[in-house]
């Protein structure tokens, strides 16, 4: 099916724009060691990749009280935040495609806002954004929450945008916004988990969103 041109884009960031898999596995690791709960493998912290940390640690601690699934989330974040993002990179063709994508654009992931722009800023990508939304404080995906943050912050309507993702929870949080939603093949997500939720669109490359829409 031939992707027409949208006047808003939104994009998931991790597995979508970057591929942070070796620095996000590589944090939470880490926290798992601290807290006695090593041998996970990476190919499964993966899955989570997208979705809030407390449901990876409630699933892989289910005896740990809130007090200290939430100590485990501050460890993360300031293990992550101290790799540098050195084995993160962009995905091949990403910043082609959205230096030459048309339309405004937003982020709507579940990495908090600042952390969002830092790493945008990092890797070159920022300029190319009109906002940057994250998870600040709200549900994060599956629900809809982070998505309707940033078409309000666009003053957009859902049916003017397609939100690009690779997870079924960023297919479910696209449907419950009402938006169009467009997965990526390359990603960490689950392919039939994102099929069920039935996209209007797959891709394996971001330039394909522009080449659609010139077509």
Not at 15 to 30: E, K, M, V
Not at 87 to 107: F, I, N, Q, V
Request: glycine fraction near 8%; include cysteine.
């Amino acid at each position: 099916m031939s992707i027409p041109a949208y006047p808003v884009y939104l994009f998931d960031l991790d597995g979508t724009l970057l591929d942070s898999a070796a620095d996000i596995c590589g944090a939470i690791q880490q926290v798992l060691v601290q807290h006695n709960r090593p041998g996970v493998e990476d190919a499964f912290l993966r899955t989570y990749i997208g979705r809030h940390l407390l449901d990876l640690f409630e699933h892989l601690l289910p005896h740990y009280s809130a007090a200290q699934i939430d100590q485990m989330i501050q460890d993360y974040r300031a293990i992550y935040a101290a790799r540098r993002h050195t084995m993160t990179r962009t995905y091949p063709g990403a910043a082609e495609a959205l230096a030459a994508l048309g339309g405004r654009k937003s982020t709507a992931t579940t990495k908090g806002t600042p952390t969002t722009r830092l790493v945008l800023d990092m890797f070159g990508l920022l300029p190319y954004f009109h906002h940057v939304q994250g998870t600040d404080g709200f549900p994060a995906k599956p629900a809809p929450d982070v998505i309707l943050k940033a078409l309000e912050a666009l003053a957009a309507n859902p049916e003017d945008c397609l939100f690009v993702g690779d997870s079924g929870a960023d297919m479910e949080a696209g449907r419950r916004a009402g938006v169009r939603t467009c997965a990526v093949r390359y990603g960490y997500g689950d392919h039939a988990e994102m099929a069920r939720h039935e996209p209007d669109f797959w891709i394996d490359d971001l330039r394909e969103l522009v080449s659609a829409g010139r077509g």
